[in-house]
């Protein structure tokens, strides 16, 4: 799982990120939230606080 990992192209998922960004009207992300970007996944949360208050890598 490693090598394929390093050895992927991310952008093998042909995900376009100015499409993405422009259709945004408000942003709507809060602490914990995980989002799917192709093949690629974002968990969100502030660094300011212990464990980035994102709860997830607490349960």
């Not at 995900?15 to 259709?23: G, Q, R, S, T, V």
């Not at 709507?28 to 890598?57: E, M």
Request: proline residues 7%; glycine residues 6%.
């Amino acid at each position: 799982m490693t090598d394929e990992y390093l050895n992927s192209n991310p952008d093998d998922d042909n995900f376009d990120i100015d499409k993405a960004l422009d259709e945004i009207d408000e942003p709507i992300t809060q602490p914990d939230d995980l989002w799917l970007l192709g093949q690629h996944r974002l968990l969100c949360g502030d660094l300011k606080i212990p464990f980035g208050g994102v709860k997830r890598w607490r349960d």
